[in-house]
């Protein structure tokens, strides 16, 4: 499965957009990227997922580059609910495998 | 539609004691994951159902740590002995097997041993 980079923090205005980047440039051509995420005391939510073109659902857009090596989740206008860790999650066959996420704060 | 429960919401135990935590998925959903997330970190996979049949126990600590899920429906995860390190947020999710990755997790029991 891939590695992946994500930034360890990021803050936000309340609405505004914000963009969280996510590296994976070991992906594979199988590989889909996943983005997951975790509200303190919760468990992990789903919010999109794409393999090379852009996708957008009620939650959220997800930007993937060209060769696949990185991709762009962007909470179109956050909220103070949106404070969470964000997860990029590369995967294909294999199990879904979580890193450390981006905490995100949105701040009023 | 009802979410995963997972039961109890807390527990705290002292080393080489046992626990078990127990989780109801989502009704049709054939596919049960129970996750370790340790504080600070991502969550691990420690085992995976589908059905009543383990499909990935790789990362399970199979000395102390064992699950089960009769029937295909709800599923129980125990640790006996515990230690001082399984201390723990153990969340179960579930996902149909042609819902690809888009798991449903509960919120989780969160264990100190102490």
């Known amino acids: 499965d891939a590695k992946t980079t994500q930034p360890p923090s990021m803050d936000c205005a309340e609405g505004r957009a914000a963009n969280l980047p996510c590296n994976h440039s070991?992906?594979?051509?199988?590989?889909?990227v996943y983005w997951y995420r975790q509200i303190h005391s919760q468990g992990p939510q789903y919010i999109i997922h794409?393999?090379?073109n852009n996708e957008t659902n009620e939650m959220a857009s997800l930007i993937i580059t060209e060769d696949r090596k990185s991709s762009t989740l962007i909470l179109p206008h956050a909220t103070l609910r949106d404070t969470a860790v964000y997860y990029c999650?590369?995967?294909?066959?294999?199990?879904?495998?979580f890193g450390a996420g981006t905490q995100v704060v949105v701040t009023p | 539609e009802a979410g995963v429960a997972q039961s109890p919401r807390y527990k705290i135990i002292e080393k080489r004691q046992s626990v078990a935590f127990w989780c109801n998925p989502i009704?049709?959903?054939?596919?049960l994951y129970w996750y370790q997330q340790i504080l600070g970190q991502g969550p691990k996979l420690l085992i995976q159902?589908?059905?009543?049949?383990?499909?990935?126990d790789s990362q399970l600590p199979k000395d102390r740590f064992s699950a089960e899920r009769l029937k295909g429906v709800d599923s129980t995860l125990k640790i006996q002995p515990a230690k001082l390190e399984d201390s723990a947020v153990y969340l179960c999710?579930?996902?149909?097997?042609?819902?690809?990755?888009?798991?449903?997790f509960g919120s989780g029991t969160q264990l100190s041993v102490l």
């Open positions: 999650i590369p995967k294909g066959w294999g199990k879904l495998q």
């Open positions: 794409g393999l090379k």
């Open positions: 159902f589908q059905n009543n049949g383990v499909v990935d």
């Open positions: 999710a579930s996902s149909t097997p042609r819902g690809g990755e888009k798991l449903f």
């Open positions: 009704s049709g959903h054939a596919t």
């Open positions: 070991t992906i594979s051509g199988n590989e889909y």
